[in-house]
């Protein structure tokens, strides 16, 4: 497939870097990289020699800036490069072409190949931000065939311009696979570059800001008091040129003029190239101005921002930024200053989760490009929403239902079986293909690929990632299983083309009732009952995970030192032990090896035979059989799950005055034999206390495939399941 990819500044570079590198490095693709706009200028530091570094193979420079940063000029630049590119892509005859997000030198680009009959890739659409940047962006999206966009918001406002929602991806933003992997700490070189005899982090300030098109002469109004805040908090400061919009020339001029780039605190620079940006970024005390940067990738790191203005006021952002829509005195800029400055703010991955190229790739994989390029489009999806009212005007809800949804293929490794399911962003199961389970790894992994190979059964699905559930403790940033000899993770992004995340089941099912329950709890402990016990914490909607993640163990909390009832994990005494499912199964036995059995079959429960039967069958014991026994007074039945349910009930009594959630959740095949029990137990037990614990039992089924697709369906807009 013969793909060009388009350039025109270091703002979209940064973005691109890392898809054209994952294109690069797959010989499914011929890339071609069109270089052209402010990247070939030396008013904005020649920065297609970047590029050049990067090793991608440029195969043309487009002149196409002219000079004057007026509206005119804007408009005189897109025209000279619609002059100029049929030639190019006459020549290069390109599969697709891919261009990113709403800068105006992008938007010739996706004319011209529309135009022409090249299919359109467009990267970032559907955001909203301010300045004429959202008429260019969505322009942009009306011109391209097919859409990569870096969350819900964004898909589902491309889906309102009546887009096809199956050519839709969700991949999160590329830059943030760069972002996530970077070693911040490791700042020394970029300092040295940038910051010369600099000592020390979170002690300098970032400035960048660019003009307001649609607002220019208050914009510069607004840079020249934030020039007046900088001078009196005397901050080291690095100072960025403004990109190429009309009115950068009288920014720059300002800064002159003033004798700011004179000043020993201001180092003053045309362009940071992206690696080095990144390293100032996460050690600075404070970003100010107006960039998207301040808004999208600050947020990785935790970094201060101030918000200046209108040209990022609609775009989604984190707790780090403060935002000043309209100052009226340097004082205003100040006092926030000082206390945003060196501030330390929490990461939060609102725009991705590092594995956008991954996703990205598989996405491109799909195109039929012997298909019509013929675009079509969903009126249907805005009209019916209206015909009832007999309006056909109006604002369509980002919370509607999308019609083409976004899938996870979910895996569930469990004791008996390894199923593969779809799954929805509603958690809606559309699918499953399940075998018995193997006990030999690399049989495991191949079973897994043939699985989803049948489940996928070459149709074309927007699937954005693998998400596996396993019995085993998994290391959720590896893709290890502990104590397991193979990778997991590793072996099935190689083989299936997709981003894979892997968590223990029991997480796994806290994150399905975090994300599908009834509730969606965004605090909570939750213990799953099947075959073992496991369990979940969440926390401020996010898992926990423990130093060693072994947090949620609740199978294992000790339960009793007086008994020697063995767990499969060693030890003696566990909760598992008395209430897991395979202890009913050893409970059941010892009834049919007692005197009780000829009173089993008395009550018409069935021959001797037909119970040491279903004594074997693992269903058999999932079902509240024993529980019916205790019901009809079955002593020995009786004494087993009044064991069972004092355990369980101790050990969330344990929990609660552990770590003190405000409400347990009973889940799985099990939790309804023991439930109204345990939840008598503990309300006693607090009323002592004179508290209340809620402890509840969830109703939903399938929890560990419905939690293993929440690990990727949710990554690209919160991806950060991890506490620390």
């Excluded at 261009?99 to 004319?111: K, N």
């Excluded at 799909?366 to 999806?381: C, E, H, T, Y």
Aim: aromatic share 8%.
């Amino acid at each position: 497939m013969k793909i060009a990819v388009v350039t025109c500044n270091r703002a979209d570079y940064s973005k691109l870097a890392p898809v054209l590198k994952g294109l690069m490095e797959d010989s499914f693709f011929q890339v071609s990289v069109l270089v052209m706009g402010s990247h070939l200028s030396d008013d904005y530091g020649y920065t297609y020699k970047l590029v050049q570094q990067d090793g991608m193979p440029i195969d043309s420079m487009i002149h196409t800036l002219l000079k004057g940063e007026t509206e005119g000029a804007m408009v005189e630049s897109m025209g000279l490069a619609m002059m100029k590119l049929p030639d190019v892509l006459n020549r290069l005859e390109p599969d697709l072409l891919m261009v990113q997000g709403d800068r105006f030198e992008a938007l010739p680009v996706a004319i011209a190949a529309a135009v022409m009959n090249v299919r359109v890739v467009h990267l970032e659409g559907g955001e909203v931000s301010g300045n004429i940047d959202d008429v260019i962006r969505h322009s942009i999206t009306k011109l391209s065939h097919y859409h990569i966009c870096c969350n819900q918001d964004a898909r589902l406002r491309i889906e309102s311009m009546c887009e096809d929602a199956s050519r839709i991806l969700l991949s999160g933003c590329p830059a943030y696979d760069q972002l996530i992997k970077t070693d911040t700490s490791q700042y020394q070189e970029a300092f040295k570059r940038w910051l010369p005899n600099h000592r020390g982090v979170r002690n300098f300030i970032i400035c960048l800001f660019h003009p307001v098109t649609t607002a220019i002469a208050e914009s510069i109004h607004q840079f020249q008091l934030i020039l007046d805040a900088l001078l009196e908090f005397g901050a080291k400061t690095i100072l960025l040129f403004p990109n190429v919009d009309a009115g950068s020339k009288e920014l720059v001029r300002n800064v002159r003029m003033r004798g700011i780039d004179k000043k020993d605190f201001v180092h003053f620079y045309k362009h940071v190239p992206f690696d080095d940006f990144v390293y100032l970024m996460a050690n600075c005390a404070l970003i100010i101005g107006n960039s998207s940067a301040g808004i999208r990738e600050s947020t990785v790191f935790g970094t201060p921002v101030i918000n200046i203005g209108t040209r990022q006021n609609a775009r989604m952002a984190a707790a780090n930024v403060e935002t000043i829509l309209e100052v009226v005195n340097k004082d205003e800029i100040l006092n926030l200053m000082k206390i945003q400055f060196g501030k330390i703010y929490p990461s939060n991955y609102i725009y991705g989760d590092g594995k956008a190229v991954q996703r990205i790739i598989h996405f491109l994989k799909g195109i039929d490009i012997k298909a019509s390029v013929q675009k079509s489009f969903n009126f249907d999806r805005n009209l019916s929403s209206h015909r009832s009212t007999g309006s056909y005007c109006g604002v369509y809800a980002l919370n509607m239902q999308s019609l083409s949804e976004q899938l996870a293929l979910a895996v569930d490794l469990g004791g008996s079986f390894i199923r593969v399911a779809l799954v929805n962003s509603q958690g809606e199961i559309h699918n499953i293909l399940k075998t018995e389970m193997v006990a030999c790894p690399e049989e495991r992994i191949q079973i897994i690929i043939q699985l989803v190979n049948e489940l996928l059964d070459e149709k074309r699905y927007p699937v954005v990632g693998v998400g596996v559930s396993t019995e085993g403790r998994g290391n959720s940033e590896t893709g290890e299983i502990l104590f397991a000899p193979k990778v997991l993770r590793t072996r099935l992004e190689d083989a299936l083309g997709l981003p894979c995340s892997i968590e223990n089941d029991g997480n796994c099912a806290a994150l399905a009732e975090m994300n599908f329950g009834k509730s969606k709890l965004q605090d909570m402990a939750l213990l799953h009952f099947g075959t073992g016990i496991g369990g979940g914490i969440v926390h401020e909607g996010s898992l926990w995970t423990g130093y060693s993640y072994s947090a949620g163990e609740f199978g294992h909390i000790v339960v009793s030192f007086d008994d020697e009832r063995v767990c499969p994990c060693g030890n003696s005494g566990c909760l598992e032990a008395y209430a897991g499912g395979w202890a009913l199964s050893n409970m059941a036995k010892e009834i049919e090896l007692s005197s009780n059995l000829k009173e089993i079959v008395d009550r018409d429960h069935g021959t001797e035979e037909e119970i040491k039967e279903k004594r074997n069958d693992d269903k058999f014991f999932a079902c509240p059989f024993l529980a019916s026994l205790a019901d009809g007074g079955l002593n020995l039945a009786v004494q087993h799950l009044s064991r069972a349910s004092r355990a369980i009930a101790a050990a969330i009594l344990t929990i609660y005055n552990s770590y003190n959630p405000p409400v347990i959740v009973m889940a799985g095949p099990l939790a309804p034999v023991y439930f109204e029990e345990v939840r008598t137990l503990v309300e006693k037990k607090m009323s002592v206390l004179g508290k209340e614990f809620p402890v509840v039992l969830s109703d939903m089924t399938e929890m560990p495939l419905k939690g293993a697709a929440s690990l990727v369906l949710n990554s690209p807009i919160l991806a950060n399941f991890k506490l620390r």
